[in-house]
């Protein structure tokens, strides 16, 4: 998922609501906004990037902001691609979605009631603000603007509360709602569990204010831990809350409070955006903005031609043959996002709402398999060969992205597949029988079913490169199925725990908090490695405990949390991943900067005619 400055505000921010499912699969100066507001470069393809004598790109060269930078005009159409070899699934709901894919198309009709600063922090320049007071440990949150959904029902309260009544609800089967940010609230847990008819520590004091009580303030709500979406109540009347993810209201006709509303919706193909003329913050910039889905094979193309003027989630590996199209501006930024391969360790125990970890059972329960495997594959020349350095080797589940967390001097296994086959040996997998793979410590044949994703031309090099590293210190790894498979099969077979599946290539897109309970916590639907642990469950405890207020102590508990995973290996990084956009030198105020600025959000871009 690519954050652009309005998608920190946009997108989801905060364990439990920017965790989305990736696909494995610049411009003018950085100060240009702080320049002449009507620049403009006529000359050719721009960017700062230039290549090594290897052909590798760095990240850090390219501009976060276009150099075309002004007043909109109010009139024109923005064209969007989304680049993706399969159709957005088209849950359209921030409560209900899931991928990635759907996170974008939402994130251009409705937005979020924060904002955040550099520091992942939210700051009070959104629509509510907040107060906190320490001593009784309650958040008072307030309208600081009046604002109107898309139908012309005028925002309340009542719609923030919405958002955690039905999520928290019963009979809500959407993967939010077991992070801090709700299960802290007093009574949440006893309303999830239909214990209550509501949710006691949320007290709607007026149409403007509301105040949650929690158990304590911890350090992670006001860096996403706040769910940061309205929900439109009235909108849904009627609608059971079991029904909602289906109905109408999320996939047909939905409605947010962004300066652009939907026009048409072509099922997992398109979205048609128009004006929000009553928009909160004043007239949007453009007449409307289409959005499709453009497949990895012609998106280059696309925008060379013309045919979009921005294309999200462009193949970092196309880049350098593309890179000096004639007109378009190239952004890049770092990506809150990394590639892994998971260990599936468990299955998901639906009556519990938890993981059921039982590593005895399961065909890659011994961490020593798991080790082997990760010293077999090389995923710094990955970076190198497939993605040119804009994607690089990954040590640690907590990512460069979150660069005041990140460790980057944690101990992983290095590429060494001498080793890796002396692991296997010295854990008892032997090759008995002389075909070139080894057997199980119990003497048993042992094939590993690998699940990938398709899309896009590396994918399949790319899955073959790792079964092709472990084959070589003597596993036998297959595709699960004989082939890739699609993104939204994919997922929809890790969540219900595939028998096909041992192993698999996942990304994750994070969250603007850096606590990974929402990934690796026993509660969370997210967990797909099925991975639960005492000292794990100890160390997310801890980590957003009242305690980890204090950022050093904090930082000490999430060292040792990645140390501890590095260990336990429930699933290692591959890559983290930077991401680059070509921006039609015609659209003005586009920015890939995270920090909020008020002259660089979705309704103050623009588009010349030419």
Not at 33 to 51: F, I, R
Not at 404 to 424: F, G, H, N, R, V
Request: aromatic share 12%.
């Amino acid at each position: 998922m690519k954050k652009h400055n309005w998608s920190r505000v946009l997108f989801g921010m905060g364990s439990s609501l920017a965790l989305v499912l990736a696909a494995c699969g610049g411009g003018g100066s950085d100060d240009a906004a702080d320049g002449d507001k009507d620049k403009k470069d006529d000359g050719g393809g721009t960017s700062n990037a230039e290549p090594s004598e290897e052909g590798v790109y760095n990240y850090e060269d390219f501009s976060k902001t276009v150099s075309n930078t002004g007043e909109p005009s109010g009139s024109g159409t923005l064209k969007v691609g989304y680049t993706s070899d399969t159709p957005f699934e088209g849950t359209l709901n921030w409560a209900f979605y899931q991928g990635a894919p759907d996170a974008t198309m939402i994130g251009y009709f409705d937005e979020g009631v924060f904002r955040m600063d550099a520091d992942f922090q939210y700051t009070q320049d959104g629509l509510i603000g907040f107060e906190l007071n320490e001593e009784d440990n309650t958040v008072t949150f307030k309208l600081q603007a009046d604002a109107k959904w898309h139908d012309g029902t005028p925002v309340t309260i009542q719609d923030y509360v919405a958002s955690y009544e039905v999520i928290g609800h019963p009979d809500y089967d959407g993967v939010r709602g077991s992070s801090d940010g709700f299960t802290l609230i007093e009574g949440y847990e006893e309303y999830q569990a239909g214990e209550a008819d509501e949710i006691s520590g949320i007290e709607v004091v007026d149409d403007k204010t509301a105040v949650f009580t929690y158990k304590e303030l911890a350090p992670s709500l006001t860096a996403g831990g706040f769910w940061a979406y309205l929900f439109p109540e009235k909108y849904y009347e009627g609608v059971e809350v079991k029904d909602m993810a289906a109905a109408d209201q999320t996939r047909q006709n939905p409605i947010g409070i962004g300066p652009y509303k939907i026009k048409s919706i072509t099922s997992g193909e398109a979205i048609i955006l128009e004006k929000n003329e009553d928009y909160w913050q004043g007239e949007p910039g453009m007449d409307g903005i289409e959005i499709k889905v453009i497949p990895s094979s012609s998106v280059a193309d696309a925008v060379q031609k013309g045919d979009i003027d921005v294309a999200l989630s462009f193949p970092t590996d196309q880049y350098p043959d593309v890179a000096e199209m004639d007109n378009v501006e190239w952004l890049g930024q770092i990506d809150g996002a990394y590639t892994y391969i998971g260990f599936k360790l468990g299955e998901w125990d639906a009556d519990k709402n938890e993981v059921n970890y039982k590593p005895d059972e399961m065909k890659m329960g011994d961490k020593e398999l798991r080790r082997a495997m990760w010293h077999a594959v090389d995923n710094d020349a990955v970076g190198n060969k497939f993605y040119k350095g804009l994607r690089w080797g990954a040590n640690s589940l907590i990512t460069p992205y979150h660069k005041d967390w990140y460790k980057e001097d944690l101990e992983t296994p290095k590429y060494d597949p001498e080793k890796a086959k002396q692991i296997l040996a010295d854990a008892g997998y032997e090759d008995t029988d002389g075909d070139g793979f080894v057997e199980t410590p119990d003497g048993e044949k042992l094939q590993i079913n690998f699940a990938s994703m398709s899309g896009g031309d590396i994918a399949e090099p790319l899955a073959n490169y790792y079964i092709q590293s472990w084959k070589e210190i003597g596993l036998n790894v297959e595709k699960t199925n004989g082939r890739l498979i699609e993104f939204n099969t994919f997922y929809d077979m890790l969540k219900n725990d595939d028998k096909d599946i041992d192993i698999y290539q996942g990304a994750w897109g994070v969250g603007s908090d850096v606590d990974p309970s929402g990934l690796y916590g026993r509660k969370a639907a997210f967990n797909y490695p099925r991975y639960a642990s005492e000292k794990n469950d100890e160390l997310l405890k801890k980590g957003n405990s009242q305690e980890a207020l204090d950022i050093e102590y904090r930082k000490e508990v999430y060292n040792e949390w990645q140390e501890l995973m590095a260990e336990e290996i429930p699933v290692f990084p591959t890559l983290y991943r930077a991401y680059v956009v070509p921006v039609n030198k015609r659209v003005k105020n586009w920015t890939e900067e995270y920090e909020y600025n008020p002259d660089f959000q979705l309704y103050k871009v623009g588009v010349d005619e030419e």
